[in-house]
């Protein structure tokens, strides 16, 4: 049963842009605090952006002021707008959620909810 299922990722130059969705189902978008991460080839998966129960956004230092978090509770859906993206933005990102929060506090091998992920390509 997929719970989570990302789209919107793609190739891009350095400099654009993209927008990452997360459709999840209502027990999870209504249940859970969710957040994307990221991997690179031969990293490991990295935190980028969560969004805490009560709204609040946080960002990794490396997108700050260049990511946005967002959701649309008529669609399930949470957003991801990556600007001025980089070529070290290059990754696999995957949206996750869990019912005890997600976030630096917690091991990501816990969570309940994986995307499937979705790749982002950035060329210089």
């Known amino acids: 049963q997929v719970q989570l299922v990302e789209s919107g990722g793609g190739s891009v130059q350095a400099g654009g842009s993209l927008k990452l969705s997360c459709a999840a189902s209502a027990y999870i978008f209504n249940n859970c605090e969710m957040g994307w991460y990221r991997q690179a080839p031969g990293k490991e998966r990295e935190l980028v952006s969560t969004r805490s129960s009560d709204g609040t956004p946080s960002y990794a230092d490396s997108v700050k002021g260049r990511f946005t978090i967002s959701r649309d509770n008529a669609k399930n859906t949470l957003y991801l707008q990556m600007n001025s993206l980089k070529t070290e933005d290059t990754a696999v990102y995957y949206c996750?959620?869990?019912?005890w929060g997600i976030g630096p506090h917690r091991d990501p091998h816990e969570y309940n909810y994986w995307g499937q992920g979705t790749q982002v390509a950035v060329s210089s």
């Open positions: 996750a959620a869990d019912e």
